[in-house]
Nanobody, 120 residues
Framework: QVQLVESGGGLVQAGGSLRLSCTAS???????MAWFRQLPGSERKFVAG???????VYEESIEGRFTVSRDNNKRMLSLEMTDLKPDDTAVYYC???????????????WGRGTQVTVSS
């Protein structure tokens, strides 16, 4: 059982940066971890993920601007976001899964989300 808690969201101007963190209650070493985001009335969409071996996968629209990383000893997942755009505004969720495609929808553990708002 893994419980996930996100932090680091907030309001930022376009072009600015934010760093999101996700802290896990259990060991995450063997889990694929990911960030998703969701707009009101829309489905949750994959943003970035990282496998237990450190392989990273990014959604096309954020590649080069966002960097996902993990620290298994600290039980943390991070998302460094730079050059933020108003279209990046969403609730960002941390997720974990024991197996399955990194960018897929089979994640079984989710945090409650943290709001990121980018003003123009």
């Amino acid at each position: 059982q893994v419980q996930l808690v996100e932090s680091g969201g907030g309001l930022v101007q376009a072009g600015g940066s934010l760093r999101l963190s996700c802290t896990a209650s259990g060991r995450i070493r063997s889990y694929t971890m990911a960030w998703f985001r969701q707009l009101p009335g829309s489905e949750r969409k994959f943003v970035a993920g990282i496998t237990p071996g450190g392989n990273k996968v990014y959604e096309e629209s954020i590649e080069g601007r966002f960097t996902v990383s993990r620290d298994n000893n600290k039980r943390m997942l991070s998302l460094e976001m730079t050059d933020l755009k108003p279209d990046d505004t969403a609730v960002y969720y941390c997720a974990a899964q024991a197996g399955g495609p990194t960018s897929g929808s089979s994640y079984g553990y989710w945090g409650r989300g943290t709001q990121v708002t980018v003003s123009s």
